[in-house]
DNA sequence: ATGAAAGCGCTAACAG
DNA sequence: CTGTTAGCGCTTTCAT
């Protein structure tokens, strides 16, 4: 493999002026410089970014701490347009990303700032942790710039991007309202999630402001899982049968709901409305099409990654991007039809 | 930042010793080790990895040369599916993952060799690129080891993974035929993919042993895109009308293929049997699901990935591993009703 | 405009 | 069982 030092034997140069020849300082002879670029290009030179990392102290890659890189989240594919977005930003940054694969044994075993610091990353993006995460207290603690997705966390080194789940959900709700629906459910996810939190918020809000009553026992957790929402979906829809429409924390529950309703025997959107969250790929290819909040995953992550190399190269400090959200009136949704 | 120096110091001894205790050498007194880990815990130690790459000449670090992390692709989550089954595996090596995130215009800056050699990765797993990219000469060229994905090139230092395409192929067409269906069309991808090549092989030889002939006009490329696949369909299905099903490359243009029936008022499978190729996500949620063969996506990452380890390991050369695939049967296919 | 020398944090002979 | 020393490939003062 070719160093400096071969380089530097061979155009008769001393590797202080190689190394400096190829990183571009000006202080070098041009014709030094071009008799070494040659030399480095004929000998397939490659700068060896350990040695460099050690002594420059930084690395020029992004950690990536993200869930949903696991078989069964394949139906979300939320992850995969996190990645692509981050993906196209640092395509064209001289970043690379490393994957922290974070398995729930492993990660006992390493905590965050073990991972970050023998990699030396220059800074991290963290999606789909809970927040009930050991190592969401060890971000804020440490001092490695950070950009989290959809937790709301702010400090002098950790920023966030998210959307506005407070309004996105009272969109959704409104939307209903608007429809007819006053016996309106909801299957959120769970405690451990911000989202969860705000969306909760603004499902009731929305609901307060309508003049509506908010029935707690029509609130309930589906885990983000479509099988666990089906399940609790058919309790709820057995025990209230005068529930005429349920927002769903995300449209993967809402899939879940849907199941139940036909189980039930409960058309939608006829005897049931049913409006979800993400817009998932999915959302607009079930039968029928899910109505839903939609949010652009793709530039959250591109967002985030531009987010993060600014920190890095003008050392300013992360802020909070809030991105909007779009109702998306498909199939699911219809004018009450009971009183 | 705590290095082995520091600990050294603070425990007495010197830096072999440390660094002898803490990488598990016999050669330590019990009693010394038991202080220099006590020691490092207290003192928040991490190794540097790069300083250790760059003694030890490797990095623990797999390459990631994969297509589909861009905003288009969402749709066919092959890629999640990957970089799950990678993600899977070396979760619970040693090894991390570097995702090269090569654009276009980046990949004509640096070479497949300066990629790896920068980043000094143990090795690379590479899925998704055309047959035509220069990197694949290079891959071969270059003595890192490799592992492809869907790509047939074998020597001592590069293996790959498959499924059995042709037999994939071979089992759709069967299919169809046992249908009754006489004129059968395919969809192929693009001349730069082995897959396409492979799979048009074995649509040919399914028809050849059945005595059926072989219309070349009948075979169409739609670039593996569900838009040009519909545009492909249009004209093939107005040209030759007395088509009766058509066999697709991928699911993605089987879905185009659907469309393009749509508007000609074509009816599937009643009309036109329509039969994919993946086993894609969204296969089973349109409307009338996609017949189709499945082939295990994130087995293939995986087994990438423990092909890989296991040559880097072992110092094994790597091998070829192909995989069956599945006829899934859903709505799309049925009886040829014409004759 | 160029070079000598030091050092980033670590491992690996070699010596004791 | 432990320490000394050298060196991985690179950047960076500090001289010249």
């Known amino acids: 493999m070719t160093t400096i030092k071969d380089i530097a034997r061979v155009t008769g140069v001393s590797v202080t002026t190689v190394s400096r020849a190829l990183n571009g300082y000006s202080d070098v002879n041009e014709k030094t410089r071009q008799k070494i670029i040659r030399v480095s290009k004929e000998m397939n030179y490659s700068p060896n970014t350990h040695a460099r990392s050690l002594v ?7 950690g990536l701490l993200v869930s949903g890189l696991v078989k069964s989240s ?3 594919n939320f992850t995969l347009q ?3 977005g981050i993906n196209q930003f640092t395509a064209d940054s001289d970043y690379d990303l490393v994957l922290f694969s974070t398995t729930s044994t492993k990660q006992r075993e390493k905590t965050y700032s073990q991972l970050c610091k023998e990699r030396r990353v220059d800074g991290v993006i963290i999606q789909g942790i809970r927040t009930d995460d050991p190592y969401l207290l060890e971000v804020v603690e440490s001092n490695i710039p950070c950009v989290l997705i959809d937790i709301p966390i702010n400090s002098n080194t950790v920023g966030y991007i998210t959307t506005d789940n407070v ?4 969109k959704a709700v409104n939307h209903l309202i608007g429809l007819g629906h006053k016996k309106i459910a909801m299957m959120n996810g769970h405690e451990f999630a911000f989202v969860s939190k705000n969306r909760l918020e603004g499902f009731k809000e929305a609901l307060v402001e309508a003049d509506l009553p908010i029935h707690n026992e029509w ?3 589906g885990e983000f899982s479509e099988e666990a929402a089906e399940e609790k979906a058919l309790e709820l829809l057995t025990e209230h049968p005068d529930i005429t429409a349920i927002f769903c924390a995300s449209d993967l529950m809402a899939l879940g709901v849907m199941k139940a309703a036909k189980r039930l025997a409960i058309d939608v959107p ?5 409006i979800g969250y993400d817009d998932i790929l999915l959302a607009s290819y079930v039968t ?3 109505t839903t909040i939609s949010q652009n995953i793709y530039e959250m992550g591109y967002g985030a990654a531009k987010q993060l190399v600014h920190t890095l190269e003008e050392g300013a400090e992360p ?3 809030t991105l909007g959200t779009e109702l998306k009136v498909r199939d699911t949704t219809g004018p009450c039809l009971r009183r």
Chains 1, 2 share one sequence.
Do not use: H
Request: proline residues 3%; hydrophobic residues 50%.
């Open 74 to 76: 394949v139906k979300d």
């Open 288 to 290: 029928p099409a899910l």
């Open 319 to 321: 802020n909070v991007i």
């Open 219 to 221: 609130i309930v957790n």
């Open 82 to 84: 996190i990645l692509a």
């Open 270 to 274: 006829n005897g049931l409305s049913v």
């Open 56 to 62: 420059m102290n930084k690395s020029k890659t992004i």
């Open 167 to 170: 309004e996105g959900a009272k």
